[in-house]
């Protein structure tokens, strides 16, 4: 029994089984593709979903976003914070330095000093110590920007320099 149709067109029916049969199997494989996509989709939300419902799911996505807006909140604020102490501490004196020397010949031990102490810009003051047999007097010279506007002796310049390359050295 063969078809007329088939015949006009110069088809053999066999090859159109084969090209169906060739689509079927290609759809076939298709299928069993997505069935693995889906299956490994459905086992990815069951273990998302695992012990949720969708009211709950959105509550517990609420509350992430508001810890992380608090937690944004925090950040910013230690950022102001950090800012503010690096500001008080650019202010406050962190160099020092200190000589022990004896200021007179005939008094021993090293109990006089000078201790400059300075600021991130080298602004601070020279302390200067110096012990005698009669007693302890202490003098203090005002340093700005690592300069005195006062003769600092070579004691002073000592402290003053390692003072001014205190951090330097760490």
């Not at 169906?20 to 069935?35: D, E, K, Q």
């Not at 914070?81 to 690096?86: A, D, F, G, L, S």
């Not at 501490?89 to 006089?112: C, H, M």
């Amino acid at each position: 029994m063969q078809s007329r149709i088939l015949d006009s067109l110069g088809f053999d029916p066999g090859i159109i089984v084969i090209i169906i049969m060739a689509i079927m199997v290609f759809v076939l494989l298709y299928m069993v593709r997505v069935s693995m996509k889906l299956t490994r989709f459905l086992k990815r939300y069951r273990i998302f979903m695992r012990g949720k419902d969708a009211v709950s799911l959105e509550k517990a996505f609420a509350q992430k976003f508001l810890e992380v807006d608090r937690l944004i909140e925090v950040s910013k604020n230690q950022a102001n914070e950090i800012n503010r102490i690096k500001e008080i501490l650019s202010r406050t004196t962190n160099k020092i330095g200190i000589v022990k020397y004896d200021a007179f010949p005939d008094v021993g031990g090293k109990l006089s000093f000078a201790l400059a102490m300075l600021d991130e810009s080298n602004t601070g003051f020279v302390l200067n110590a110096i012990h005698g047999r009669e007693g302890c007097y202490t003098y203090v010279k005002e340093i700005v920007k690592g300069e005195s506007y006062i003769v600092l002796g070579q004691e002073e310049k000592e402290a003053l320099r390692q003072a001014v390359n205190y951090l330097g050295d760490m």
